[in-house]
């Protein structure tokens, strides 16, 4: 299941696409305006952002423009009412991965919306909580755009936080998504996997991403 990230603040419209998106089998997160945008996109997994451009806080490409530049990669697409053509090319320009003008036809949105999350996912995709960043194309994991060395192994339990974040995920759940078969499956194994890599990770301790559930298992906060 995909999440996809509406921002509209026209309240009849942001619940039409809700009905038709849900339906579709996405979940949907509602914001009228961008001020929780950012803490959303950290705390969320989210798939694909819907950006209206005129917004009570500012131009809606504007702010995805500034989106970009703090390192966020989550695919955008516009739904404005902006429609010439230099309009649609800045909306681009500053980030946007498609654009769809007002008034628009619901069954050609839910199918840009289907194209636009199956390039994602043949596609390098990054997942983003906080500061720590995984780029799947080249399997890195970066903290405040520092490169941090895990070995294989460290690695996908990394992503197997990221891809479930805010999650309590027990130690039963890790051991069967990231050891598999492996013949190491036991309690003790994920202990000791998830203390080396909270030790790469958060040095210092400082930043306390994973959290110990005593008695059941560990989520990342």
């Known amino acids: 299941m995909s999440t996809i990230l ?7 419209l942001l619940d039409l696409l809700e009905y038709h998106l849900e339906k579709d089998g996405h979940e949907c997160i509602c914001c ?3 001020p929780n945008v950012i803490s959303i996109l950290e705390e969320e997994n989210v798939s694909l952002i819907i950006m209206d451009r ?3 806080s500012g131009e809606g490409s504007l702010f995805i ?14 739904l404005s009412a902006k429609d010439s053509p ?5 909306g681009f320009d500053r980030g946007g991965d498609d654009y769809i003008t007002k008034p628009f036809n619901i069954e050609e949105l839910k199918a840009r919306v289907r194209a636009v999350l199956k390039r994602v996912d043949k596609s390098s995709d990054v997942l983003k909580f906080r500061d720590i960043l995984y780029e799947a194309k080249t399997k890195s994991v970066k903290i405040e755009n520092i490169d941090v060395n895990l070995t294989a192994l460290e690695r996908n339990l990394m992503l197997e936080f990221l891809k479930n974040p805010n999650i309590l995920l027990t130690r039963e759940t890790l051991l ?10 036991q309690s003790k194994t994920v202990n000791v996997a998830v203390k080396r890599l909270k030790e ?8 306390k991403y994973i959290k110990t559930v005593r008695g059941e298992g560990y989520m990342l906060c």
Do not use: A
């Open 6 to 12: 509406i921002v509209e603040d026209e309240e009849d």
């Open 32 to 34: 009228l305006d961008t």
């Open 54 to 56: 005129n917004l009570p």
């Open 65 to 78: 423009k500034e989106l970009r530049k703090s390192g966020h990669n989550t695919p955008v697409m516009y």
């Open 86 to 90: 230099q309009n649609i090319l800045e």
């Open 176 to 185: 069967q998504n990231v050891w598999g078969d492996s013949y190491e499956k």
């Open 200 to 207: 790469k990770i958060d040095p210092d301790g400082k930043k």
